[in-house]
């Protein structure tokens, strides 16, 4: 590891006013003294470390490839680790790759993605809390899921989780002590002793946990579907929505596609609004698609919106495939064409919602809107969590087995069972906890999680 030398480019793609080239490895330096011809002063090599040298990149022929700054920052104290050189040089795509194909030319390899971060993290520069939160960081749609990302870059998710993986070790501690000196008859006082420390280590996970709901709506976005039958203004109301709220343009992979979906940030969450072709029995095949397209789109909504027309009131179709739409879904009611007739009774259609909030709007006029809003944002309101504790979906799934195992503890004892063998699911929590941290992860698990980086990175 960090033998061979890693280059690759560290802006984005497209134009930019610089782009960098990076290096980094026992020979970041060798490398970039090839490539690099400083201005004046001494070559690269016998540079300090943290300084900044103006230059040019060249071929090995002597031709000038760019003009260039190279930064060097020299092990240990760099984000890898290692010996690490950037070379600033003019933004433009060809500019930054040619830089690339010389330092490669000279000896280093092309990086993997997420190379650069994961030997920061195998050189101790970050836990693996911290190296997710880069990815989170680089992806982070609205403040909030940022402002999550960079708590977890500082270390907050790692301080919580050594907390209660500092406790467990102390409980296992005891339970050592009695088996190794049996004679000092321990037991009672470490059966107390585990038992108190499991409700605390529960507590603490339990809440992580709870984070777990609102971490994944802040990453993946709230799905909200509007849905309809035809006619009852859902389109307006989607184009309102968008109109007057932070359009989000990059799409959140992995979401559905074939139903016409729009980014908004509502309170600082980002949501997807998808319009749907409209509910009703068909027989005409093409509309039958679109029929089971929304069927497919509510199945995936964490949130829809009943809408229906005030003008014709609450008929029995709407009432029809109200009664069918799945259980997992919470529901607001939307009352639109508001402005055609202002008697119509809300509380009817909160009523075949089973109680769900109602809002009266109107689409065309913009009348109820923000109300609308506030009542999406309100459903993303598991969100009051601190941004510390919002743990993705992979950390998620570690604590929850560690939150098993500590149950099960908790169970034993209370059933009896000799401390030694409870110890045994009191190390199994220990090592699920260590690897949202990465000190237990396998080499498995780092490529799973360092392939979601990009090259880099
Ligand atoms: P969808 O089929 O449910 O998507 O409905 P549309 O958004 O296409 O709207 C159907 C018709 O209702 C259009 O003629 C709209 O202009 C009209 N409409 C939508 N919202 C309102 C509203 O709030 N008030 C009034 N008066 N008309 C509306
Ligand atoms: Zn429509």
């Known amino acids: 590891m960090g033998e061979d030398t890693i280059a690759a480019i560290a802006t984005g793609a497209g134009e930019g006013g610089i782009g960098i080239v990076r290096l980094s490895g026992a020979g970041a330096l060798a490398v970039a003294e090839r490539v690099f011809r400083p201005r004046r002063g001494l070559p690269l090599g016998r540079r300090r470390s943290h300084t900044v040298t103006y230059g040019w990149v060249q071929t090995p022929a002597g031709e000038r490839v760019d003009e260039a700054l190279a930064l060097v920052m020299r092990a240990p104290h760099s984000y890898t680790g290692e010996d690490v050189v950037e070379l600033q040089c003019h933004g433009g795509q060809l500019a930054v790759r040619r830089v690339l194909e010389q330092t490669l030319q000279a000896g280093a390899r092309l990086a993997e993605p997420g190379e650069f971060t994961r030997r920061a993290f195998l050189n101790g520069r970050l836990d693996l809390s911290q190296a997710e939160a880069v990815v989170d960081l680089i992806r982070a749609k609205t403040d909030r899921a940022m402002a999550a990302a960079v708590a977890h870059l500082g270390g907050s998710l790692r301080e919580a989780i050594g907390a209660i993986r500092a406790r467990l070790l102390e409980m296992m501690a005891h339970v050592e002590a009695d088996i190794d000196f049996p004679e000092l008859e321990l037991e009672v006082q470490t059966r107390e002793e585990i038992a108190a420390g499991c409700d605390e280590a529960l507590a603490a996970v339990d809440r992580l946990l709870g984070g777990a709901r609102a971490g994944r709506i802040l990453r993946e976005g709230l799905r909200v579907v509007l849905a309809g039958r035809p006619n009852v203004g859902k389109s307006s109301l989607l184009n309102r ?8 343009v990059t799409a959140v992979p992995g979401t559905t596609r074939d139903v ?56 029995p179709e709407d009432r029809e495939w109200i009664r069918e739409l799945p259980a997992t879904a919470s529901r607001i009611g939307v009352a639109n064409k ?30 109820g809107i923000p109300a609308l809003e506030a009542e999406i944002a309100r459903h993303a309101g598991a969100l009051d969590a601190g941004e510390e504790l919002l743990v993705n979906a992979r950390q998620a799934e570690a604590i929850g087995r560690a939150a098993a195992h500590l149950r099960e503890a908790r169970e034993a004892l209370a059933q009896g069972v000799g401390v030694e063998l409870v110890s045994i699911d009191l190390r199994a929590a220990w090592m699920a906890l260590g690897e949202v941290t990465g000190e237990t992860a396998d080499d498995d698990l780092l490529d799973q999680i360092f392939s979601r980086f990009c090259i880099g990175k």
């Open 241 to 248: 929505l968008v109109r007057e709220n932070r359009a989000i």
């Open 338 to 367: 508001i402005d055609l007739n202002p008697a119509f009774p809300l509380s009817e259609l909160a009523e075949s919602l089973g109680g769900a909030p109602v809002v009266a709007v109107s689409a065309e006029q913009g009348t």
């Open 260 to 315: 016409i979906a729009e980014w908004v940030e509502l309170g600082g969450v980002p949501v997807q609004l998808s319009d749907t072709a409209g509910i009703r029995d068909t027989d005409d095949p093409v509309e039958q698609i679109g029929v089971e397209r929304t069927r497919e789109a509510l199945r995936q909504a964490h949130l829809v919106l009943v809408v229906v027309d005030c003008a014709a009131g609450l008929v």
